[in-house]
């Protein structure tokens, strides 16, 4: 009767919020921006105790009830409480359905418990890395991936994703580039909003009623990608004009998406530590942008702030926070230790605690978790949904998509061209199957994820075609608990003989090599970024049988591949494939899968370029033909430019761009021109395209990039076919941030190249904005 009787004291409450007049309680501005939901949450936040407030803003790993009734731990004293706002990384309907359970039985209210989960590229089909998939240039399927792993995630009872991560990334030692879009902002900014979609639905708080969609919650806020050195977790220094012209925008494009949530990143901005700069969280996401969704800190950020220099002990440091706009604390256990006490203190107000709770709160409704507490948690869904066949056929599409060709000499591929009737496959990845599915794999089954030996026995079972295998060396791996360069290179050639032996007596050799998944990803820097171990060594031997050697790489970055480069004769990238990895690669060596990716991150010479990226600034002596080749901007021992440039990828067709063409050679504000170009295949394959549209500002009250991507279309011809490609280009498209830090397009000429890549230059067009 006393659960009733609370119930009932809920709904009148509601009731007679939502048929008042009045403003809300709170000052703060809601996410759905919707006077019933935001009524709803004043009418419960009015029945709440400060502790049950500050409870909601408390997030916990799932570890208080493992198997029943909630343990005796500290997470679960906070229960028992009812001081535990969220959970994260527990799944499965019936285990998380026992978890809210327990969650009700001892919240005086019954506020439901939000569970989250980072739910990277997939949650049981994974599907390729992030970086891998922006590969693809396909922002529908990018989308689609999202959706996927929207309708896994929430058959599994989570509701909330750390999803997608946004961050820039020009420097490949950091090992968290695996997990975003690469190093463009303009891309990237599509990027954002493609997976924010496919998790959440269109931009429409509403679609977060459906028991298939979740929050997706960008990370990390802000320039985590900038980290010196490469150096996870590092300090950040940059410009103001760089923050708001390179780092920003993808998060602005979420915002405008309607992302639900952001995370804190852990590096310091400028000096002041991410989880408690109020710069950004508060001047720019709430007052500038007018974000009204809630705020989460990555795992212990508030208690790294005494780390940071910050604050002195872990009670300073929820007071910033909170100050700074946090909404949630993940794992310190910062706001429901101290709170209180700086309340009654007077460093805070609760009518802070109110704004952040209500934010918690709106959430709790728009999913529909005061409705029912355990709408996501159905068994019978997850069975179903879970590692479906239509999953499954969209990861095979995703990881084809994805995989970039990045050299292929004299057409080596496909092998049924080169007519090889002898293939030897050698490297620790013929039969290595955990690395598949890269970092942040969640809930993949790694066990399950095809091999290349499988991909390729499927390909050419009952063929002519005959495969031979080596391992050849054994993968090096790290203990994280004690990685340092002596754990990482140990020299292995115990398996050189038999590999060399098979290698000579085949057609083509085709050399499986690449990092361990455990090298890329959180905490996973790394300074020498060429393929790990002995595994040049071992293609230097290989080499010295003069059998061809196509070498097919899994990876979560940019290598160094300078010397592969030069003695291979093709080189796939296929980075980490996911799920259906053996199948899709089979399916580009065999030729049954024209490669279609291109670089969404520059390949350096070497690890001496980095920070390396296409659309960088001149300098007063730049590196070009015209000038002596003495005092300019170059090295003396590697040239300037790029391995594989941002936006590479060869196809096993020829495209042929000719006839560029521009609508008007003046742009008039607040109109728009075409930029045309005709795409030919004249190859004997069909194939897609990426037509890359760049533009440089040749003259501005600030220094330009040398070239900007604006624009793309991705194209599919038959062998034969040629198509006209237009691409708009508007005055939103050339604004800037001015000498005066306004955002405007200034009267100018501008350069445009339509072309194949960064590095293309052969189309070349001018306009004038007057």
Same mark, same amino acid.
């Given at each position: 009767?006393k ?35 935001e009524?709803k ?14 409870g ?21 004293e ?18 998380l ?78 090992g968290?580039?695996m ?16 997976r ?50 390179t ?6 494009a ?12 852990f ?7 991410c ?36 604050a ?81 056929k969209?990861?095979?599409? #995703?990881?084809?998509?994805? $995989?970039? %060709?990045?050299? &292929?000499?004299?057409?080596? !591929?496909?092998?049924? /061209?080169?007519?090889? @009737? ?20 969640i809930?993949?089954d ?18 002519k ?31 050189f ?11 083509v ?14 905490? #996973?820097?790394?300074?020498? $970024?060429? %393929?790990?171990? &002995?595994?040049r060594e071992? !293609?230097?031997?290989? /080499?010295?049988t003069? @059998? ?13 591949l ?5 003695n291979?004769d ?24 024209n ?24 300098t ?26 941002f ?7 020829q ?7 521009i ?5 008039? /504000? ?9 795409v ?11 037509v ?53 397009a ?14 293309d ?10």
């Open positions: 009767m659960k009733n009787l609370i119930w009932i004291i809920i709904a009148l409450g509601v009731f007679a919020a939502c048929s008042s007049e009045k403003t809300k309680t709170t000052k703060w501005k809601s996410y759905s921006g919707d006077p019933v939901v009524h949450v004043d009418s419960v936040l009015s029945l709440m105790t400060l502790e049950e407030k500050i909601q803003m408390n997030q916990y790993s799932g570890n208080f009830a493992a198997t029943g009734e909630v343990s005796d731990n500290k997470s679960g906070y229960l028992k409480k009812g001081m535990i706002g969220s959970t994260f990384n527990v799944f499965g309907a019936d285990h359905r026992m978890l809210q359970k327990q969650n009700l039985k001892y919240s005086r209210l019954k506020i439901p418990m939000l569970f989250a989960a980072d739910v990277i590229h997939g949650l049981e089909t994974t599907f390729p890395i992030p970086l891998a998939e922006a590969c693809s240039w396909d922002l529908d399927l990018m989308e689609k991936t999202a959706r996927v792993a929207a309708e896994e995630a929430t058959a599994s009872g989570v509701a909330w994703n750390f999803a997608p991560m946004i961050d820039i990334a020009r420097d490949p030692r950091w968290r580039v997990e975003g879009a690469g190093e463009d902002v303009y891309y990237g900014s599509l990027v954002a909003r493609a924010v979609r496919g998790f959440q639905g269109i931009n429409d708080y509403k679609d977060l009623t459906k028991n298939n969609t979740m929050m997706a919650c960008v990370k990390h806020f802000v320039a985590y990608g900038a980290a010196q050195a490469g150096r996870d977790y590092n300090t950040v220094d940059i410009s103001d004009r760089t923050l708001h012209e780092y920003l925008p993808p998060f602005k979420a915002v405008d998406e309607g992302v639900a949530s952001f995370m804190t990143a590096n310091d901005l400028n000096g002041v530590p989880t408690a700069n109020k710069y950004i969280f508060t001047d720019i996401l709430r007052d500038t942008w007018g974000f009204g969704g809630m705020v989460v800190t990555d795992y212990t950020a508030i208690m790294e702030l005494i780390d940071h220099g910050i002195k002990d872990l009670k300073q440091g929820a007071e910033l926070s909170l100050n700074a706009g946090v909404d949630m604390d993940m794992i310190s256990e910062a706001f429901v230790t101290h709170l209180k006490e700086l309340v009654d203190e007077g460093k805070i107000k609760e009518s802070q605690i109110d704004v952040a709770v209500s934010r918690i709160l709106e959430m709790k409704f728009l999913l529909g978790l005061f409705d029912d507490p355990f709408r996501y948690f159905n068994a019978d869904r997850e069975r179903n949904v879970i590692n479906n066949p239509q999953h499954k969209l990861a095979h599409t #995703a990881a084809q998509k994805s $995989i970039v %060709l990045l050299k &292929n000499h004299n057409s080596i !591929l496909p092998l049924e /061209k080169a007519k090889a @009737k002898r293939v030897a496959v050698i490297g620790p990845f013929v039969d290595e199957r955990e690395s598949l599915n890269g970092e942040w794999a809930k993949g790694r066990s399950k994820s095809v091999t290349l030996r499988e991909g390729l026995e499927a390909k050419y079972a009952g063929t075609v005959k495969l031979t295998y080596a391992q050849g060396i054994t993968l090096p791996l790290i203990d994280r608990s004690t990685a340092h360069v002596s754990t990482v290179n140990v020299p292995d050639k115990n398996g003989s038999e590999a060399i032996r098979i290698a000579s007596q085949s057609d050799i085709i050399a499986a090599l690449g990092e361990n998944f455990h090298w890329s990803g959180e905490a #996973a820097s790394r300074s020498d $970024i060429t %393929l790990p171990g &002995n595994q071992l !293609l230097k031997e290989l /080499k010295k003069g @059998k061809p050697i196509v070498l097919v790489l899994f990876n979560g970055r940019p290598l160094d300078s010397w592969e480069d030069e291979v093709a080189i796939v990238e296929a980075w980490y494939p996911g799920l259906m990895s053996g199948t899709a690669v089979a399916d580009v060596l065999a030729g049954d899968y490669p279609s990716g291109k670089l969404v991150m520059t390949f350096p010479r070497n690890v001496g370029q980095i920070p390396i990226y296409y659309n960088s600034k001149n007063g002596r730049p590196f070009n033909e015209e000038r002596p080749a003495d005092y300019r901007s170059s090295y003396i021992d590697v040239e300037n430019t790029p391995l594989y440039p936006g590479h990828g060869l196809s096993y067709t495209f042929i761009y000719s006839s560029p063409s609508s008007s050679s003046s742009l008039t /504000k607040g109109e728009s021109i075409i930029a045309s170009v005709e030919s295949n004249t190859g004997f394959f069909d194939g897609e395209e990426v890359q549209l760049y533009i440089r500002d040749r003259k501005a009250s600030v220094s330009r990039p040398v070239k900007e991507l604006k624009g793309f279309q991705k194209i599919t011809l038959k062998a034969g076919e040629s198509v006209k490609v237009d691409i708009e280009i508007t005055e939103e498209m050339i604004s800037l941030y001015d000498i005066n830090n306004n955002w405007v200034e009267a100018g000429e501008f350069d445009v190249w339509i072309a194949s890549s960064s590095s230059e052969s189309n070349h067009l001018t306009f004038e904005l007057k």
